[in-house]
């Protein structure tokens, strides 16, 4: 097809749902406690893998219009997947599954389907120029079991094959959904069935490239000799057929079916330890046809399908374990690799830190204080009561700017600021959330040892905050205490999948010198913290900022920024803050609170001025804040273009 009218690289027609995995590891089904939530399906899966490798895939399929089906679109969006042909369908429900993490059961599963959006795709729903506006079609072979999302699939392919659209048939072959196998053996992945071989091979003479497993191969070939279904295969087909054989990768036959399996195209397997073998195949498939897309040899097509299969099947759940591009070309410029994958740090970090959805700047209004409001509220003979309507109103102000900024961002509390929580929480704002005790030191987390029990109670979209008074010069003790403490507050967030906001400060009675913040940033790396954001002190010295940015470059280049704290300066001296670190690339925004509302806040606490006054005030200092950020930024633009 001619590269005018290609826009898109892959076009996924298939299964869509929300995948529910247990947390619990060896439990029978019966037994689980507790999911995890993960966007699943087999043509979903590999749109989002796909899409992670650089591909430009579109997912055509309907989901529920009900809040699973909109965090599905909203999921496969932010994961870079076209959307425009996700139909929100009001009369069917997004489907779910239940999985168990058990290999002894092979991984049980209960597809909870009945009358499902996915499976009600229509003939009208495809439209050929959307189709042809691709090099690939990927159909998938659960749709086929139903006679509406069948024809669907037949128009897509009709589609394809008359604007030179390629057709990719994954064969995902699951009994449960033809009707051969009972809704307690969705785990089950051969069970013969007539009717699913009749429609497989009316399929295969349309198709460019055919992937399955042995089961799903011998399927489509009507026997239950692989070898024999291959040859089956290729009398009505001249499609390249790859054949995936679990940990030992897969076999591509291009042409003629060879006497023996071993005499077709083979690499070996990357053998790692399998923790979830659930996504193997969706994993093996985005990675082969990030290489098929273009036009690499069928050697490399397997390299990096067999790569991405090993990295996923050390992952909990499917679609959020995928690669990204990066943590694939780290994976594959090994020369050792450790059998279980999750003890390799440095790719976990990779998939967090790649996989991370975070603006590229940040303007936020942080409202987290509580010891200082308190001293104030006290000061001025008011009832700490009031501190939680304070912050109503602060989140009131900061609403009223972010509906103009798109990177405005709010840190607030829980002690105080709950109700503020609450109000703004799933209304798309960057929000971080305190996790220490306040003023403690060493640091006190929140539900002290066992913060990774509260973290579980926080909603997903909430940064995890923590502030440390810290300096190189502390004694031995505080540091092993500090130390151990932020690694456990880390590796919380890891287990969680949270993002972290690290705030370093300097203990009272101390100062930082030039190299204090750079020399504290080295001990974290070197502790194995990875922080998302760090938010550290002002400075007006450009060689402070410098020295951040270099130890952040050296260990970890994906980190996603620096904001500045205010720490209650004038707007005068933040400016000349701003200014110096403006010039390091790595700051990237601010997280100042009482520079900006405390004036107003205490004329509100004493009586002196009303809400709607508060809230206007706030909103304007806020505004300020982000205008004097932006024109120093502007003003570093632009000498770069000048310098």
């Not at 042995?214 to 024999?228: K, N, P, V, W, Y």
């Not at 308190?374 to 304070?390: N, Q, S």
């Not at 003023?439 to 029990?453: D, I, Y």
Request: aromatic share 8%; hydrophobic share 40%; with cysteine.
């Amino acid at each position: 097809m001619s590269a005018e009218r290609t826009t898109l690289d892959l076009v996924c027609i298939g299964r869509t749902c929300v995948d529910l995995y247990a947390e619990q590891e060896g439990a029978k089904l019966e037994d689980v406690q507790s999911f995890r939530k993960y966007v699943g399906g087999s043509a979903t899966n590999i749109a989002v893998g796909t899409a992670r490798l650089g591909v430009k895939s579109a997912m055509l399929t309907r989901v529920g219009g009900e809040p699973l089906g909109r965090y599905v679109r909203k999921t496969l969006e932010e994961n870079g997947v076209d959307v425009s042909r996700v139909r929100l369908d009001p009369d069917h429900l997004t489907p779910y599954v239940l999985l168990a993490v058990r290999e002894s059961e092979g991984f049980p599963r209960v597809f909870a389907y009945g009358e499902a959006a996915d499976m009600a795709l229509s003939e009208e729903d495809v439209e050929p120029e959307f189709v042809a506006s691709a090099k690939a079609l990927l159909v998938t072979g659960t749709p086929l079991s139903r006679e509406s999302s069948r024809a669907a699939c037949r128009k897509a392919i009709e589609a394809a094959r008359q604007s030179g659209t390629s057709v990719v048939f994954d064969l995902d072959y699951r009994p449960v959904f033809w009707g051969v196998a009972s809704h307690g053996r969705g785990g089950e992945m051969f069970v013969e069935s007539t009717e699913a071989t009749r429609v497989y091979r009316s399929v295969l003479p349309e198709c460019d490239l055919v992937v399955g497993t042995e089961e799903e191969i011998r399927i489509a070939g009507g026997s239950t000799d692989t070898l024999a279904a291959l040859r089956s295969i290729r009398e009505i087909s001249g499609a390249t057929i790859v054949l995936k054989i679990g940990a030992l990768g897969a076999v591509v036959f291009p042409d003629e079916i060879p006497e023996d399996i071993e005499g077709g195209v083979r690499v070996p397997g990357f053998p790692v330890e399998v923790f979830n073998s659930v996504g193997a195949g969706d994993a093996f498939m985005s990675g082969f046809l990030s290489g098929w897309l273009r036009e690499e040899p069928m050697e490399e097509c397997l390299r990096l399908g067999n790569a991405c299969g090993a990295i996923v099947v050390s992952r909990h759940g499917c679609s959020p374990a995928m690669p990204t591009r990066e943590e694939l070309g780290y994976f594959l410029s090994l020369d050792e690799r450790p059998r279980r994958l999750r003890d390799d740090a440095w790719l976990e970090h990779l998939h967090r830190a790649t996989t991370r959805r975070a603006p590229e700047e940040l303007h936020v209004l942080a409202i987290d204080h509580r010891w200082q409001l308190e001293e104030m509220a006290d000061e001025l003979g008011v009832d700490r009561g009031r501190l939680r309507e304070l912050k109503v109103l602060l989140g009131r102000a900061f609403r009223r700017v972010a509906r103009e900024d798109p990177v405005a961002g709010l840190l607030v509390d829980d002690v105080y600021g709950g109700e503020a929580l609450e109000d703004l929480t799933g209304g798309g704002f960057w929000i971080a959330r305190a996790a220490e005790v306040a003023k403690s030191r060493p640091v006190e987390l929140v539900g002290g040892a066992n913060f990774a029990a509260v973290l579980r109670t926080w909603p997903q979209e909430h940064v995890v905050k923590c502030n440390l008074y810290m300096h190189p010069d502390d004694e031995p003790k505080m540091k092993e205490l500090q130390e151990g403490r932020i690694l456990q507050l880390y590796e919380a967030c890891r287990a969680n999948d949270r993002l972290l906001l690290v705030e370093v400060q300097a203990p009272r009675g101390t100062d930082y010198g030039e190299g204090d913040l750079a020399a504290l940033l080295e001990r974290f790396y070197a502790l194995g913290v990875y922080p998302d954001w760090w938010k550290l002190p002002p400075s007006t010295e450009p060689g402070v900022w410098k020295r951040i940015g270099d130890v952040i470059r050296e260990h970890d280049p994906h980190c996603a920024g620096v904001l500045v704290l205010g720490q209650a300066l004038e707007e005068e001296r933040l400016a000349e803050s701003f200014e110096a670190a403006s010039r390091e690339p790595f700051c990237r925004g601010f997280a100042i609170g009482r520079s900006i509302y405390g004036g107003a806040a205490r004329r509100w606490l004493a009586g002196e001025v009303e809400d709607e006054e508060l809230v206007s005030s706030v909103a304007a200092s806020y505004g300020r804040m982000i205008s004097l950020w932006q024109e120093r930024g502007a003003r570093r633009v632009g000498q770069g273009a000048t310098g």
